[in-house]
């Protein structure tokens, strides 16, 4: 008698063990896409929802979540560039991003000519620091350009090449352009390129790229002058933009 109740209790029992195990389902498989980033130029470190990649640019980032990811681009001497790419599933996307440069920007800088001037006005300029050097200090080695009372050839009054001074050896190209906005996006013409001088007038209006010893590029204007008279030195006021970046004319 207490066999034929223990049988049913078993057969209910297995039966059930295998509901349960037919209406359990496995979690979904994650899916994952990749990212292509390349750049202008290249070997921008790559930086993804904020955690470095140790990878540059051209370079996949793969087993991304699908979604949007934040991608962070970094080179010295450009700006940090951010944007979001959409991952897809079993998808690579690719993406071109072009960097722009870094620039400094200085202004309300004076220069005084050579002739007359003392120690509180130097007459040579280190475009990459802003900062204006005596062409007899200890930081005469850093001048790019000097504002000169005789000039080259004998013109007088020239704003010119540091290796034009004795004993100075930095040389600087000029480029005088046709354009008087110094904010107007023109870019420089590569140094290569013909119309490249030594020096400007130190009345020229137009702004003027400079290419230095360094190979960096810079838009420079002339913004003031004045002196000149009753024993005072010559000077002129410039503002200019020096790009950071090696060899690029972008401004």
Partial sequence: MRKTIYIPIVILLGIFLASCSDTT?????????????????????ITVDGTSTQKVTPDSVTGLST??????LTLTGFNDTTFTVNVEANQQTTKQITLKAALSHYSHVKI???????????????????????LSSS?????????????????PYLVQSADLYPNL???????????TDINDGEDSPNSALSGWTDNMSDRE?????????????????????GGGSGGVP??????????????????
């Fill in 139 to 155: 930081n005469k080695g850093k001048v790019d350009i000097y504002y000169s009372t005789s000039g080259t050839g004998g013109v």
């Fill in 112 to 134: 005084y000519e050579t002739a007359g001037t003392d120690s509180t006005q130097p007459s040579g300029l280190d475009l990459s620091s802003g900062n204006a050097y005596g």
């Fill in 234 to 251: 010559a000077w002129v006021e410039v503002e200019w933009y020096y790009n950071n970046a090696g060899a690029d004319t972008n401004f």
């Fill in 67 to 72: 979604g949007n990811h934040t991608i962070l």
């Fill in 169 to 179: 050896t930095r040389h600087t190209a000029f480029y005088i352009s046709n354009g």
């Fill in 25 to 45: 389902t496995n979690p979904p498989p994650v899916e994952t896409g990749s990212i292509f980033i390349n750049s202008t130029p290249v070997g921008a470190l």
């Fill in 205 to 225: 209006n137009h702004y003027v790229f400079l290419y230095d010893e360094d190979g960096h590029y810079s838009k420079l204007i002339i913004t003031d002058f």
